[in-house]
């Protein structure tokens, strides 16, 4: 059995940063690689960044200079930092992980408003 649960989420001023949290535990064995995707009311969900087991990186266009993604090995944690942010990045944000099997867990999600 899996869990991901996900925290930080919340109200911020345009321009502020927030610190999102995924926690993992169960069966956490032969992960591919971790991500955090959102998903803003009426739009699809995206990808926002992602780390793989070996520590490489990828980010939306959006969110490059932004947000960073970092991981907590012996804490089962993930983590996406996120400054400068905008309105356009409201959204429920998501973390998941894959296995080498392809499967995929995700979490409950936590919510990000920027808004003055």
């Known amino acids: 059995q899996v869990q991901l649960v996900e925290s930080g989420g919340g109200l911020v001023q345009p321009g502020g940063s927030l610190r999102l949290s995924c926690a993992a535990s169960g069966s956490i064995f032969n992960i591919s690689g971790w991500g955090w995707y959102r998903q803003a009311p009426g739009k699809q969900r995206e990808l926002v960044a992602h780390?793989?087991?070996?520590?490489?990186?990828i980010y939306a266009d959006s969110v490059k200079g932004r947000f960073t993604i970092s991981r907590d090995n012996a804490k089962n944690t993930v983590y996406l930092q996120m400054n400068s942010l905008q309105p356009e990045d409201t959204a429920g944000y998501y973390c998941?992980?894959?296995?080498?099997?392809?499967?995929?867990?995700w979490g409950q999600g936590t919510q990000v408003t920027v808004s003055s």
């Open positions: 780390i793989t087991n070996g520590g490489s990186t």
């Open positions: 998941n992980f894959v296995k080498i099997t392809g499967r995929t867990y």
